[in-house]
T-cell receptor
């Protein structure tokens, strides 16, 4: 299908290692969001990309977290020196323009990260 | 700022029971309102939405009406099925912000 895809679907890593999570948005969507969903919690906004504009990084919890979006399409979320509290489901979503308002977000299936 | 408050779960019902999940919001301006559903092991998907006061969104037997006077967008379904077991998120999108605001989610468990 032509939905949002994420990889890997599951990732187990050891504390202190770096991980990269990938998101492939729907073709033509200019807005891309990353969220974190901890067990039993709601969605925590991490970062937002809109076209070629500078990303809104206001939700990143620490400088161990960073993200890139290449060519206005695929995005990679990197977590350096992982900690156990980073264990969560990382969700990616895309939308046509990211203008807020009435725009629907399309979510990927998520990456389940477990830090041992 | 914007906020969304939805009832805590889990909500446990028997099949064919009536469902209500309450959602209230605080926002500046005239937001759009959404219900998203997350089935086990999956990402969120749009269930329904409403973009202005008194609009009713509906899908798969679920309904919600945008009530500006009570700042509410309660989700209802007349007869739930086991397959409706999921987590339901109320959300709002405001023209003043490109970052939507999500509620904490309500888990629904439907028993046969």
């Amino acid at each position: 299908g032509a939905g949002v895809s994420q990889s890997p679907s599951n990732k187990v890593t050891e504390k202190g290692k770096d991980v990269e999570l990938r998101c492939d948005p729907i073709s033509g969507h200019t807005a891309l969001y990353w969220y974190r969903q901890s067990l039993g919690q709601g969605l925590e906004f991490l970062i937002y990309f809109q076209g070629n504009s500078a990303p809104d990084k206001s939700g990143l919890p620490s400088d161990r977290f960073s993200a890139e979006r290449t060519g206005g399409s695929v995005s990679t979320l990197t977590i350096q020196r992982t900690q156990q509290e980073d264990s969560a489901v990382y969700l990616c979503a895309s939308s046509w323009k990211g203008g807020g308002g009435g725009e629907t977000q399309y979510f990927g299936p998520g990456t389940r990260l477990l830090v041992l | 700022g914007n906020s969304v408050t939805q009832m805590e779960g889990p909500v446990t019902l028997s099949e064919e029971a009536f469902l209500t999940i309450n959602c209230t919001y605080t926002a500046t301006g005239y937001p759009s309102l959404f219900w998203y559903v997350q089935y086990p092991g999956e990402g969120l998907q749009l269930l329904l939405k409403a973009t202005k006061a008194d609009d009713k969104g509906s899908n798969k037997g679920f309904e919600a009406t945008y009530r500006k006077e009570t700042t509410s967008f309660h989700l209802e379904k007349g007869s739930v099925q086991v397959s409706d077991s999921a987590v339901y998120f109320c959300a709002l999108g405001s023209g003043g912000s490109y970052i939507p605001t999500f509620g904490r989610g309500t888990s629904l468990i439907v028993h046969p």
